[in-house]
């Protein structure tokens, strides 16, 4: 309803009822025709001294720095908002404008349209005259940085500033206000988008948008109230003003109640115009609105829903750490990492996963992040932004995991973009751990030229190939190697029932372990490594299987170093179930926990701060005074003078020139004498014909067959073949290796391939019978099923098939004294050894799903398989690219486990190697130096077969393998580590 007329007094209507707004309205018309007509003959009489004085070229270039050209940028640069100064004056200005809105909204409830006051007895004129200085001023700045004189003057806020200034500064001198056409000041909200943006609070186009539709609709909305508040309480001025509202009961909110209620075609009918000009606009209003508002809100229903659901600051706790985990973010690769990162054997469990990723979440994906709303936190952008960085605080982050895309087509590529997220990171917080998957092997060189990538703030590159081909390749050494590396970087629940076959049940007790670090106890302190790995395995349970030096002392890692001896605060890697149990190894003590037959009872006792301290003051430094914290001062003076002495050989080898063939002859291993090494081969002197490899005799070699296309992305062979020839296995020991598959690809990879012994290539097909039986795949070692085709992520069935497919073709072989026909009667069939038939196989699959296809033992309905209870990777048959994710979150939790993992399957890559081999010459030949001959001294990794071997007395049933475990330390210092059953 109307609200009851304000109270005026009989000499406000009476000064009303003068009706004096046409001289207002004729101030306005004035100010503008002056102004057009000043405009005009400014044009006019510039165009004729134009063509009475036509200046050239160089005049024209000579006025371009007047003082009047300087005066213009200066006012269009502070008009502009392009400097500090001037977006200040942008902002202020706005708001000048903001408070004179608000001014006429509170005269319009307070005062009549027109009434004859003083300016000394009016505040809100005052101010309003005030501003209105203000706003003449911010005029003439306009006008003086305008190009286009004619333009300006029909711009909207000349067009503002002159429908409202001439009549406020004529109110002064008439001693008479009119509220008339001071609601025209609301069309300023039309350019509150322009302010925002030039003081950079909207950046992106949806939100510039969003603001521009908002704005027309307020700005609109105000003016037509205005409109309409001034044709209802003036009247028709055809009527005599006779049907104009009673005073002070249809005011300005009231119009605007009516005016967004019509917008909305819903109409109360409490408020209504009732003045025939009222009507008439109230017609057009309609049909502009209506039209325009069925047009604005899709669009901003659209904006809003387009706003980055997944967008905000994170805020870090100072209770709880947290990871960043970026780049290739997908429900297949998250999920699994979550499930490991999480595992309850793992230490550091109160941790958060933030992840940063440009795309939004797919339906899958974020009900796995409402699973695990309590530990995880999605947003959306992109390691490349500063911004984005500063969002997600990444230098309060406990380490930045950048995950790549194992099925990406162009692995280069797919590295280059990973090792710019870390640049950027880098340069953002240096200090930030950062651990990076990467594709292919040489690409990790690039990190060192990082200033901010630091090893010693355990920053990490798990090259995917090179972990995944050295597991392969010392499977085809130790038959089950990549399943037992698999399971102690992957951790698992053990989760046994009863109704599980008796081989999965064995399998799966075991199948749970981790590597973790832990620092000895001091009661094992002077006491050698295999003394401590009896113990520990005996007492404790736990498997001890390398140590390594703290950070300060260099950090390397010595995987069962023979007679070295534990020295104060040394850290033990230990394979073991939970970190509880490996804690075990710092609180045991020799005296009080010697008869206690309960591991779990094994708990930190008060003399151990004893014991160590008795060392310390009897025995360090005793038995070697030359040796500190497990390291001989003659060593290190050994190793600096080593060089030198190389160097004067090398020197004395080169004035001889008379023996330089010999010298050469002797270069049998690579510079770092971690592999064998021969002279470069061209690939036509290594390619076998089919009837070449067939009369050829080949046994216990190592066949790799490859499904590839000429133009598929090159697979990295080299971290397949270099553990193969490690310098750590003899000569006469190293298997011959057939690559089986497309010529073409196999050319692209024989440049990091030439420089190694014993290896020949053959063009074929792995699925063609014919050259299977000519490479002697029944007579091999291994055979390596690989494929460098890009799988197809939407039918994960089909990316392996040619694989899966080749498995079951070997498979199904026959490799009798005939084979013209393989389907001969079952009589022959049982006349054949099965031995004769067994190949053992390595498949390299791209999906942990496709394992399906190959057991034969156990029918799997779930597409969620879990590679490690099927018998295929159990047995040592297949692994999965999936399988390596986890190798992330292991690294995380221990630096070493990644460099310990490195050692064993690399056969001895180092850091020296990773640069020679990064400048793209390949393997280099080196001298036979004393360091070469002590690099070939050290740890690897083979199978033993025990009816064969020395301790073929536990070969027999009812042997303990704890008994081989002990005898095998003590007698030859080798460290078993698993039993293979076949």
């Known amino acids: 309803m109307p609200h009851s007329p304000y109270n005026f007094t009989q000499e406000q209507l009476d000064c009303e009822a003068e009706r004096?707004?046409?001289?207002?309205?004729?101030?306005?018309?004035?100010?503008?025709?002056?102004?057009?007509?000043m405009v005009l003959l400014y044009k006019m009489l510039a165009g004729c001294c134009r063509?009475?004085?036509?200046?050239?070229?160089?005049?024209?270039?000579?006025?371009?720095?007047s003082f009047s050209s300087e005066i213009q940028e200066w006012a269009e640069g502070i008009t502009s908002g392009q400097t500090p100064s001037g977006r200040i004056l942008v902002v202020a200005v706005f708001f000048c404008n903001v408070v004179a809105m608000v001014?006429?909204?509170?005269?319009?409830?307070?005062?009549?349209?027109?009434?004859?006051?003083?300016?000394?007895?009016?505040?809100?004129?005052?101010?309003?005259?005030?501003?209105?200085?203000?706003?003449?001023?911010?005029?003439?700045?306009?006008?003086v940085a305008s190009d286009k004189v004619m333009s300006f003057l029909f711009a909207l806020n000349t067009i503002v500033d002159i429908i409202t200034l001439p009549p406020l500064f004529l109110s002064l001198w008439i001693q008479r206000t009119w509220l008339g056409l001071r609601f025209f000041r609301f069309l300023i909200i039309f350019s509150l988008p322009d302010v925002l943006v030039y003081v950079r609070l909207l950046q992106n186009s949806s939100s510039i948008r969003l603001t521009q539709l908002l704005s027309y609709i307020v700005g609109f909305i105000c003016w037509s109230g205005g409109f309409l508040f001034l044709l209802e309480n003036q009247g028709d001025p055809f009527h005599h003003y006779e049907n104009a509202r009673e005073k002070g009961s249809f005011r300005f909110g009231d119009n605007?109640?009516?005016?967004?209620?019509?917008?909305?075609?819903?109409?109360?009918?409490?408020?209504?115009?009732?003045?025939?000009?009222?009507?008439?606009?109230?017609?057009?209003?309609?049909?502009?609105?209506?039209?325009?508002?069925?047009?604005?809100?899709?669009?901003?229903?659209?904006?809003?829903?387009?706003?980055?659901?997944?967008?905000?600051?994170?805020?870090?706790?100072?209770?709880?750490?947290?990871?960043?985990?970026?780049?290739?973010?997908?429900?297949?690769?998250?999920?699994?990492?979550?499930?490991?990162?999480?595992?309850?054997?793992?230490?550091?469990?109160?941790?958060?996963?933030?992840?940063?990723?440009?795309?939004?979440?797919?339906?899958?994906?974020?009900?796995?992040?409402?699973?695990?709303?309590?530990?995880?936190?999605?947003?959306?952008?992109?390691?490349?932004?500063?911004m984005d960085l500063q969002r997600v605080c990444a230098e309060k982050a406990a380490a930045v995991l950048v995950m790549c895309d194992k099925f990406s087509t162009d692995p280069t590529r797919e590295d280059a973009s990973n090792i710019m997220r870390v640049?950027?990171?880098?340069?953002?917080?240096?200090?930030?751990?950062?651990?990076?998957?990467?594709?292919?092997?040489?690409?990790?060189?690039?990190?060192?030229?990082?200033?901010?990538?630091?090893?010693?703030r355990d920053d990490q590159a798990v090259c995917l190939n090179e972990v995944k081909f050295g597991m392969l390749a010392q499977s085809c050494l130790a038959p089950g190697f990549f399943t037992m590396a698999s399971n102690i970087i992957s951790a698992s629940l053990l989760h046994i029932m009863p109704e599980m076959p008796k081989w999965k049940k064995e399998y799966l007790s075991t199948s749970n372990k981790v590597i973790l670090a832990e620092t000895f106890s001091p009661t094992f302190v002077g006491l050698t490594f295999q003394e401590v790995a009896e113990i520990v395995y005996l007492r404790l349970n736990l498997v001890l299987i390398a140590m390594e030096a703290r950070k300060y002392e260099g950090g390397q890692i010595w995987i069962n170093p023979r007679n070295r001896k534990i020295t104060p605060n040394a850290i033990g890697l230990f394979i073991t179930a939970s970190s509880d149990a490996a804690k075990r190894v710092w609180f045991y003590c020799r005296v009080c926990h010697e008869h206690v037959e309960d591991v779990e009872e094994i708990k930190k006792c008060s003399c151990?701060?004893?014991?160590?301290?008795?060392?310390?003051?009897?025995?360090?430094?005793?038995?070697?005074?030359?040796?500190?914290?497990?390291?001989?001062?003659?060593?290190?003076?050994?190793?600096?003078?080593?060089?030198?002495?190389?160097?004067?050989?090398?020197?004395?080898?080169?004035?001889?020139?008379?023996?330089?063939?010999?010298?050469?002859?002797?270069m049998r291993f690579d510079g770092t004498g971690c592999f064998h090494w021969c002279g470069s081969q061209s690939i036509s002197d290594c390619t076998l014909t089919r009837q070449d490899a067939t009369v050829t005799m080949f046994a216990g070699h190592i066949v790799i067959t490859i499904f590839a296309e000429d133009e598929n992305p090159v697979l990295g062979l080299r971290n397949l073949v270099m553990p193969l020839r490690a310098s750590n296995i003899p000569y006469g020991d190293l298997r011959h290796i057939i690559i089986l598959g497309n010529m073409e690809f196999i050319k692209r990879e024989w440049k990091l391939l030439a420089n190694m012994p014993k290896i020949s290539v053959m063009d074929g097909s792995p699925s063609n019978r014919a050259d299977l039986r000519a490479v002697k795949v029944n007579l091999c070692r291994t055979c390596v099923i690989l494929s460098a085709k890009a799988p197809d992520k939407a039918e994960p069935v089909l990316a392996d098939k040619e694989i899966i497919m080749a498995a079951l073709n070997i498979k199904s072989m026959k490799f009798g004294g005939s084979f013209l026909n393989d389907e001969d009667d079952d009589d022959m069939d049982e006349e054949e050894d099965p031995e004769m038939n067994h190949v053992n196989l390595l498949l390299d699959l791209s999906f942990v799903s496709n394992v399906r296809y190959l057991d034969d033992q156990e029918m799997h309905m779930s597409d969620h398989l879990e590679l490690y209870k099927t018998l295929p990777f159990a047995s040592g048959t297949a692994m999965a690219k999936g399988i390596l994710d986890s190798l992330m979150s292991a690294t995380y939790f221990n630096a070493s486990a990644l460099k310990l993992l490195r050692q064993m399957v690399t056969g001895g890559a180092t850091i020296e190697l990773e640069k020679s081999l990064a400048e793209g010459a390949g393997l280099r030949g080196g001298y036979s130096t004393p360091e070469v001959e002590a690099a070939k001294n050290r740890i690897r990794v083979d199978e033993i077969v025990l009816r064969e071997s020395q301790w073929s007395r536990y070969a027999e049933y009812g042997a303990r393998f704890s008994d081989l475990f002990s005898a095998a330390i003590r007698e030859q210092g080798t460290l078993c580590l698993a039993i293979n059953r076949l």
């Open 103 to 143: 001014l006429y909204v509170i005269d319009t409830s307070r005062q009549l349209l027109e009434e004859c006051i003083t300016w000394e007895e009016h505040i809100t004129l005052q101010i309003d005259f005030a501003l209105g200085a203000i706003f003449f001023l911010h005029f003439l700045l306009r006008f």
């Open 423 to 456: 640049i950027s990171l880098k340069n953002y917080c240096e200090g930030t751990r950062c651990i990076i998957q990467l594709l292919h092997y040489h690409n990790k060189s690039y990190l060192l030229n990082i200033p901010g990538w630091d090893w010693r």
């Open 256 to 386: 605007i109640w009516f005016l967004i209620i019509t917008a909305s075609t819903v109409g109360y009918g409490d408020f209504f115009p009732i003045t025939d000009l009222g009507k008439i606009f109230g017609v057009f209003y309609l049909g502009i609105a209506v039209g325009s508002f069925a047009n604005f809100i899709p669009e901003i229903a659209e904006l809003l829903g387009n706003q980055p659901k997944y967008a905000g600051n994170y805020v870090a706790s100072a209770e709880k750490q947290f990871i960043i985990v970026c780049g290739n973010i997908t429900y297949s690769s998250v999920s699994g990492f979550l499930a490991d990162f999480f595992h309850p054997a793992r230490e550091d469990v109160n941790c958060e996963v933030v992840f940063l990723n440009k795309l939004e979440p797919d339906l899958e994906f974020e009900g796995l992040l409402k699973r695990e709303k309590t530990r995880v936190t999605y947003f959306q952008g992109t390691m490349l932004s500063a």
């Open 20 to 37: 004096e707004w046409p001289v207002f309205i004729y101030s306005i018309l004035i100010t503008f025709a002056t102004l057009f007509l």
């Open 51 to 65: 063509k009475v004085f036509p200046h050239s070229p160089a005049d024209t270039q000579l006025g371009s720095s």
């Open 608 to 666: 151990k701060r004893l014991a160590k301290a008795r060392y310390e003051y009897f025995n360090y430094g005793k038995e070697n005074p030359d040796q500190r914290n497990g390291f001989s001062n003659k060593q290190e003076l050994i190793k600096k003078e080593e060089p030198i002495e190389g160097l004067r050989k090398r020197k004395k080898s080169l004035s001889e020139a008379d023996h330089g063939r010999s010298e050469t002859a002797k």
